[in-house]
């Protein structure tokens, strides 16, 4: 690990936080990275849907797009009949199990579950708040997971890709003698992060995996959650860029974002094949390749500020051309909605 991975995030963002105080200062606006994709769930820098971004996803690019449902559990329905009514959309949806379940709302991976059979989502159903709303999308079998962060200026005819994440899900292979909690601590780089694999497992713990056996220890695409992220940039080419200049232009008014694809291999993602669009976040996208083990703080903090700067530029042009952002008070409501749903959502897978 790079000894700033885990940092707490307060003190890892410190440097950000008064880089944005002083783009706002510079730029006489708090609310302008609202106004970068006006048209994306609402042009919402926090609070937005999932759901909202994953129809506009199903609607304009329907052949990268994942089927889902939306779910709302509604606190006058027992959990015995929202499971019926959510099997009803799964199956008018035609989405088989395995499934992932994650909330509506949220960020940093909360929530996320891989939903196996019928009480795997019974349990999630158990353990979700009361009227708050959920998706259980269609799992696409692609082990790859990646991060394709794309900007364009609002005046210029084509966009490229800042940064590049290749993720991957770590794993712990049974040999038939060790417990699951013996080969984490076997692992240099798990060890390091019982804190996170262990209350997840924590019913495994001490079952002793047949030989070859995998036992994953993480199934969501965020480092915070346990997954390795690498920086891929290199993989960067003519073809994935241009890939992704026609995907980001046919959605209406996309500047700025990060594309969560699965994809088959890192040979056919090269050439803009075999993959499918999981998620896209918005302007509080991050590039998220600073998280790879071998970067340095100083090259992390140089690519969040860049990104940041972009951000302001494009947010004040669409702002000159009409667009409208967000209030503070919606803002900062959405802000607080956020920090408390995030704590009462089911354990990440």
Same mark, same amino acid.
């Given at each position: 690990?790079? *000894? ?10 410190? +440097?950000?936080?008064l ?5 706002? #200062?510079?730029?006489?606006? =708090? ?5 970068? !994709? +006006? ?15 994953? !129809?506009?996803?199903?609607? $304009?690019?329907?052949?990268?797009? @994942? ?30 199990? &395995?499934?992932?379940?994650k ?8 929530? @996320? ?18 009227n ?17 962060? *794309? ?7 084509n ?9 991957? $899900?770590?794993? @712990? #292979? ?7 909690r ?13 804190? =996170?694999?262990? &209350? ?8 002793? +995996?047949?030989?070859s056996?995998?036992?994953?220890? @993480? ?16 993989? =960067? ?6 890939t ?6 046919r959605? +209406? !008014? ?16 090269e050439?803009?094949?075999? $993959?499918?669009?999981?998620e ?14 071998? *970067?340095?703080?100083?090259?992390a ?8 700067h972009?951000?302001?530029? =494009? ?8 667009v409208?952002?967000?209030s ?22």
């Amino acid at each position: 690990m790079s *000894y700033f991975e885990f940092w707490p995030a307060w003190f890892f963002y410190l +440097p950000v936080y008064l880089y944005v105080i002083y783009l706002m #200062i510079r730029h006489r606006s =708090i609310m302008l990275p609202t106004a970068v !994709n +006006p048209n994306l769930a609402g042009g919402k820098f926090v609070g937005e849907s999932k759901d909202e971004i994953l !129809n506009t996803v199903a609607q $304009f690019l329907p052949e990268y797009s @994942v089927k889902h449902c939306l779910v709302r559990n509604a606190s006058e329905i027992d959990d015995a009949e929202l499971l019926k009514v959510v099997e009803g959309q799964l199956a008018d949806k035609d989405i088989q199990y &395995p499934l992932v379940t994650k909330p509506d709302l949220g960020c940093r991976g909360a929530g @996320v579950n891989l939903i196996h059979d019928r009480h795997d989502l019974n349990t999630y159903i158990q353990g979700f708040p009361p009227n708050e709303a959920f998706i259980c999308q269609e799992f696409i079998p692609y082990e790859a997971e990646a991060g394709v962060f *794309y900007c364009r200026m609002p005046w210029e005819k084509n966009g490229k890709i800042i940064s590049l994440t290749l993720k991957s $899900f770590p794993k @712990v #292979i049974g040999d038939g003698k060790h417990t699951i909690r013996e080969l984490i601590a076997m692992d240099p780089r798990a060890r390091e992060l019982t804190h =996170i694999y262990y &209350p997840r497992l924590q019913s495994k713990l001490d079952l002793i +995996p047949a030989v070859s056996e995998k036992i994953s220890l @993480v199934f969501a695409g965020n480092h915070s959650k346990g997954a390795i992220f690498q920086d891929g940039r290199d993989n =960067i080419n003519q073809t994935l860029t241009e890939t992704f200049d026609q995907i980001s232009k046919r959605l +209406p !008014n996309f500047y700025f974002g990060r594309f969560d694809i699965r994809y088959q291999n890192l040979s056919t993602l090269e050439k803009g094949l075999d $993959f499918k669009i999981v998620e896209i976040n918005g302007a509080s996208s991050e590039s998220t390749h600073i998280w790879d083990a071998n *970067y340095n703080l100083k090259d992390a903090y140089r690519d969040l500020f860049h990104q940041f700067h972009l951000l302001f530029i =494009i947010g004040e042009y669409n702002q000159k051309h009409g667009v409208k952002t967000q209030s503070i008070k919606d803002f900062y409501q959405s802000y607080l909605l956020d920090k408390k749903l995030s704590k009462l959502y089911p354990r990440t897978h």
